[in-house]
């Protein structure tokens, strides 16, 4: 069975910085690009930042370009999320998920890491 | 940037019901379109990719059609399980955005 365990979300003041993890089981990690998608609260699933296989390629959106750094480590199963510079807007439910095709298509998900950026 | 629009924003329905639900895109972006279910607290589910290719271990009482700029989703016999909220996203271009959601509700 696929699981996908984030950690490291919480509240954090405007302007500072937050590490996201998300601990991947039931199948080979390396084999599957990963993304990060976020939902703020009452609000659709926004993509944030997607990694290739082997790490070498990613892609982020404009709002989080310079601000966020997506990275995986093969070895441990694990995606990150490096967050930093993060404002109100940055809050919402951070979820990874699995793409087969490094295309946009999220076939498994995890059950969210939930961030607050307020003072 | 693609712009897209879901409709209905919402919609009442009953068990047993067939919907469609249409996502209407701002440019050609041929067959790169998915949908989402989504249950209230819980991570999206995929349901359709590549516009109308049912994902596995989905019920095919799911459908998805279309093309270019113009798609559907339908529910052919709707079930207490699917009321729920369904998003399209696009994937032509690497920002792989999301509609904006239709909410399914009980009549």
């Known amino acids: 069975e696929v699981q996908l365990l984030e950690s490291g979300g919480g509240l954090v003041q405007p302007g500072g910085s937050l590490r996201l993890s998300c601990v991947a089981s039931?199948?080979?990690?390396?084999?599957?690009?990963m993304s990060w998608v976020r939902q703020a609260p009452g609000k659709g699933p926004e993509w944030v930042s997607a990694?290739?296989?082997?790490?070498?390629?990613?892609y982020y959106i404009g709002s989080v370009k310079g601000r966020f750094v997506i990275s995986r480590d093969n070895s441990k199963n694990t995606l990150y999320l490096q967050m930093s510079s993060l404002s109100a807007d940055d809050t919402a439910v951070y979820y990874c998920?699995?793409?087969?095709?490094?295309?946009?298509?999220?076939?498994?998900w995890g059950q969210g890491t939930l961030v607050t950026v307020s003072s | 940037d693609i712009q897209m629009t879901q409709s209905p924003f919402s919609l009442s329905a009953s068990v047993g019901d067939r919907l469609t639900i249409t996502c209407r895109v701002s440019?050609?972006?041929?067959?790169?379109l998915n949908w989402y279910q989504q249950k209230p607290g819980k991570a999206p589910r995929l349901l359709i990719y590549?516009?109308?290719h049912l994902q596995s271990g989905v019920p095919s009482r799911f459908s998805g059609s279309g093309s270019g700029t113009d798609f559907t989703l339908t529910i052919s016999f709707l079930q207490p399980e699917d009321f729920a909220t369904y998003y399209c996203?696009?994937?032509?271009?690497?920002?792989?955005?999301f509609g904006q959601g239709t909410k399914v509700e009980v009549k």
């Open positions: 998920a699995k793409d087969p095709i490094y295309g946009g298509r999220f076939d498994d």
């Open positions: 039931g199948f080979t990690f390396s084999d599957y690009a």
């Open positions: 990694i290739s296989r082997s790490g070498d390629s990613t």
């Open positions: 440019q050609n972006i041929r067959t790169y």
């Open positions: 590549a516009a109308s």
């Open positions: 996203q696009q994937t032509f271009n690497t920002l792989w955005a």
